[in-house]
């Protein structure tokens, strides 16, 4: 191979080679470090992400709901989303106080029965654990003033923001 030929190679390469790019993202290289421990563990066990989930809250909220329409669709053969079923009020209206205080069949949930059913099994002794609900209530920064106030407030959840603080994305 001349000097000239191997020149041209190398030149024709070279948009390859600058193309490559060496190292990794910010969020891949974070699992090296002791820091994203908690998180890649709530990661795991519960499936949320913050980058896309939003608020722990609202995320378990969805899931519970998620649920809830899984048991009912399976149990009592009446789905929500059935175009043939009445108007289900359940499904549009505004998320409650996230508190046993308004509502305690929502914040124990399924998810304590199956825990208080396996504490059954292990200690001979019903008690049931709403993990998630725990977990949202003190991982959520709001998490133990929103409890408080499902039981001095009335339980309602925060209010949404108002008009005036939309605005018009893509102008």
Same mark, same amino acid.
């Not at 899931?63 to 149990?75: G, P, Q, S, V």
């Not at 003190?138 to 039981?151: L, T």
């Given at each position: 191979?001349? *000097?000239?030929?191997?020149?041209?190679?190398?030149?024709?390469?070279? %948009?390859?080679? &600058?193309?490559? =790019?060496?190292?990794?993202?910010?969020?891949?290289?974070?699992? @090296?470090?002791?820091?994203?421990?908690?998180?890649?563990?709530?990661?795991?066990?519960?499936? $949320?992400?913050?980058?896309?989930?939003?608020?722990?809250?609202?995320?378990? $909220?969805? =899931? *519970?709901?998620?649920?809830?329409?899984?048991?009912?669709? +399976?149990?009592?053969?009446?789905?929500?989303?059935? !175009?043939?079923?009445?108007?289900?009020?359940?499904?549009? *209206?505004?998320?409650?106080? +996230?508190?046993?205080? !308004?509502?305690?069949? $929502? $914040?124990? +949930?399924?998810?304590?029965?199956?825990?208080?059913?396996?504490?059954?099994?292990? @200690?001979?002794? #019903?008690?049931?654990?709403?993990?998630?609900?725990?977990?949202?209530?003190?991982?959520?920064?709001?998490? @133990?003033?929103?409890? @408080?106030?499902?039981?001095? &407030?009335?339980?309602?959840? =925060?209010? !949404? %923001? %108002?008009?005036?603080? #939309?605005?018009?994305?893509?102008?």
């Amino acid at each position: 191979m001349t *000097k000239r030929t191997l020149r041209a190679a190398l030149f024709l390469a070279l %948009p390859l080679i &600058a193309a490559c =790019k060496t190292g990794t993202p910010a969020r891949e290289g974070e699992h @090296w470090v002791v820091d994203s421990v908690p998180e890649r563990m709530v990661r795991h066990l519960t499936g $949320y992400r913050a980058d896309l989930d939003g608020s722990f809250v609202d995320f378990q $909220y969805r =899931k *519970k709901k998620h649920i809830d329409n899984t048991l009912r669709r +399976h149990f009592a053969n009446n789905s929500s989303d059935s !175009p043939f079923e009445g108007f289900d009020d359940s499904q549009t *209206k505004r998320r409650g106080a +996230h508190s046993i205080a !308004p509502d305690p069949l $929502y $914040y124990m +949930h399924a998810e304590s029965l199956f825990i208080g059913f396996t504490t059954l099994g292990i @200690w001979g002794t #019903f008690v049931p654990i709403p993990i998630d609900s725990l977990t949202a209530t003190i991982v959520s920064p709001d998490g @133990w003033e929103e409890f @408080w106030d499902g039981f001095t &407030a009335g339980g309602s959840a =925060k209010s !949404p %923001p %108002p008009v005036s603080q #939309f605005r018009v994305r893509n102008r």
